[in-house]
């Protein structure tokens, strides 16, 4: 770490103590979940910034934008870091911008939108929210942990997508402050459809420093689990509940055995050798999905409240990509894969893997709606990881026969599955970020303007 960095940074933030240099430190700051991933971890391990800083507002953000291009340093923005593909490692070291210290949540308007800085965590919001009849419509299964400007940089959706769709739909993100990383940076709004230039870039673009996210009524939810002698018979429950509008439901998750043996301090909702279905449903429907449940030959293993993310056993917490954190527990060769089935042929494919794979793929299903309103069976399986070649295939074949695959073994944005056709992310990078300074090499198809 240069020590000129360091003073530079000490003059444009209030306490030097929000300087970080200590390399453990920095290490730490410098890293998510990217060891997710056997080519991630053995490709970006040894990434690594070179210092640290701590922002408590939007001027100290605009001063170290500003001081970071005049210094030809390149800056990269974290949340929480709990990202899965290297989001927020540095590539080319440089300065990791810490937003934890801007949390705010500056209110809540009387039609359900939260106001707030990035650095605000999602079970903060999703509780505060609760207090005055709102909740967060969508969130991840880091719920804990996130920041909600981490979410927008690098989230998609989780539990709530399948009433609410993605980060990209129903305009849930009504709006945001971003600084940009110009020669003399600027707090730009973005409104309504101009989200999308920045959007899911993983911080490439734009700093995002004020947020206004919308939020749904809040509504009083059970935790409710049902095991099926086989998958079929799950997977066709599970979709049809989770395609019928009369239910009000916040999650439907299909887990394959032996997928529900990796929970386990949850063993009370797992049912031997079963597939595993989990729902969070409006507590008014509950009696009438048990009754539906066992109509359809299921097993009820578990119902309880959620009271908020502070719930005993909080079930989120065995979903989306933390399924695969529970199977890497019990065996650190699972890895994963982010998949979208088709809704119509949904079946065939699963057949399809099944000939071809066996149990290296096991199937690990999450329900959510696209931006055109149609649920659509979506999922992280488990991929028993023998080498990258075969991976690869796996993904290739996968594609092959229709299934949409966002790759989480690749760090950067154009194959990670959220890249925008219309290239609208790539010119804002162009206008705001010219130099190329935002997390460089994360988006491939940029290349920085001669000097
Ligand atoms: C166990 C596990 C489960 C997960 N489940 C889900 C899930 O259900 N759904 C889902 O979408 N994701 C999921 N993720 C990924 C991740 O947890 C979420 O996307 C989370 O919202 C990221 O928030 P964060 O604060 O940790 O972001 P970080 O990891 O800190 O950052 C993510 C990206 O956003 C950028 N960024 C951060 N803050 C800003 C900002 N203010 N302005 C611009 N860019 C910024 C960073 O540079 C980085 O590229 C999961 C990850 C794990 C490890």
């Known amino acids: 770490m240069s020590e000129t960095l360091a003073a530079g940074l000490t003059r444009l933030v209030a306490d030097p103590a929000r300087v970080i240099t200590a390399p453990a430190i920095v290490d730490r700051l410098s890293k998510d979940f990217y060891w997710y991933s056997p080519i991630l971890k053995r490709d970006l391990e040894s990434k690594v910034g070179e210092i640290a800083v701590q922002p408590v507002n939007v001027d100290e953000v605009v001063a170290i934008a500003r001081y970071a291009g005049e210094h030809n340093v390149p800056l990269t923005v974290r949340g929480a870091g709990t990202g899965n593909y290297g989001q927020c490692i540095p590539l080319h070291g440089g300065i990791v911008l810490d937003l934890q210290l801007m949390d705010k949540l500056e209110e809540i308007t009387a039609d359900g939108v939260a106001v707030c800085q990035p650095g605000l965590r999602l079970a903060v919001l999703e509780t505060e929210a609760r207090k005055l009849g709102w909740e967060l419509r969508m969130y991840p299964s ?18 709530g997508s399948v009433a609410h769709g993605g980060l990209r739909d129903f305009d849930t993100v009504r709006a945001f402050e971003v600084v940009t990383m110009e020669k003399e940076p600027r707090v730009v709004l973005h409104e309504g459809a101009a989200v999308h230039e920045i959007l899911h870039c993983w911080g490439t673009n734009g700093i995002l420093t004020r947020i206004w996210f919308a939020l749904t009524p809040a509504v009083e939810w059970t935790q409710f689990t049902v095991a099926f002698p086989t998958f079929d018979e799950a997977f066709l429950f599970a979709k049809s509940f989770a395609e019928d509008r009369q239910w009000t439901k916040r999650l439907v998750t299909v887990f394959e055995w032996p997928i529900p043996s990796f929970f386990t301090p949850v063993k009370q909702v797992v049912a031997q050798d079963k597939t595993l279905v989990l729902v969070m449903i409006a507590t008014g429907q509950l009696e009438a999905l048990r009754t539906s449940a066992q109509a359809a030959g299921g097993e009820v293993t578990f119902t309880g409240a959620y009271i908020g993310p502070r719930t005993q056993p909080l079930l989120s917490d065995y979903t989306w990509n933390h399924t695969t954190l529970w199977a890497m527990k019990a065996d650190p060769t699972w890895t994963y894969i982010q998949a979208g089935f088709s809704p119509a042929n949904c079946m ?99 290349h920085p303007e001669a000097q």
């Open 142 to 159: 880091t719920i804990a942990k996130a920041s909600i400007g981490g979410f927008l940089g690098g989230g998609s959706g989780g539990i």
């Open 348 to 446: 065939e494919q699963f057949r399809l893997l099944k000939e071809r794979y066996g149990n290296e793929i096991l199937f690990h299903i999450e329900f959510m709606k696209n931006g055109e309103g149609v649920v659509v069976p979506g999922g992280i399986p488990l991929v028993y990881y023998t080498g990258e070649d075969r991976l690869n295939e796996l993904i290739a074949y996968c594609r092959e026969i229709g299934v949409f695959i966002a790759n989480p073994h690749v760090n950067y944005l154009e194959d990670g599955g959220r890249f925008r056709a219309d290239n609208i992310q790539l010119k804002a990078k162009q206008k705001y970020d010219p130099r190329g300074l935002l997390n460089p090499g994360k988006m491939i198809s940029f």
